[in-house]
């Protein structure tokens, strides 16, 4: 059964700092592009950062500079350090897997963490 847990979410101050992690488990962790999405109310999913088998990183433009994606493969765990958090950074985020593979893909979705910038 794969599972995919993120944790380190809650409520910062605009300007401020938060790291939300996403614990694998299931799948074959190093072989998957790990990505990071977010949906806030109202809106649609979006990708704000992804990281592939190889350590090659996206992010979206609105959050370059700001936001860090990495992996940790020995630990099965993608991070996001987001930094100089602004108000519209506010979300659910969402933890994703995804590989492609001759003919076939495997995606699979975390439950989400809430993201709340505010003063």
């Known amino acids: 059964q794969v599972q995919l847990v993120e944790s380190g979410g809650g409520l910062v101050q605009p300007g401020g700092s938060l790291n939300v992690s996403c614990a694998a488990s299931?799948?074959?962790?190093?072989?998957?592009?790990m990505g990071w999405y977010r949906q806030a109310p109202g809106k649609q999913r979006e990708l704000v950062a992804a990281?592939?088998?190889?350590?090659?990183?996206a992010y979206l433009d609105s959050v370059k500079g700001r936001f860090t994606i990495s992996r940790n493969n020995a630990r099965n765990t993608v991070y996001l350090q987001m930094n100089s958090l602004n108000l519209e950074d506010t979300a659910v985020y969402y933890c994703?897997?995804?590989?492609?593979?001759?003919?076939?893909?495997?995606?699979?979705w975390g439950q989400g963490t809430q993201v709340t910038v505010s003063s």
């Open positions: 990281i592939t088998s190889a350590g090659t990183t």
């Open positions: 994703n897997a995804e590989r492609r593979g001759a003919g076939s893909m495997r995606n699979y």
């Open positions: 299931g799948i074959i962790f190093r072989l998957y592009t």
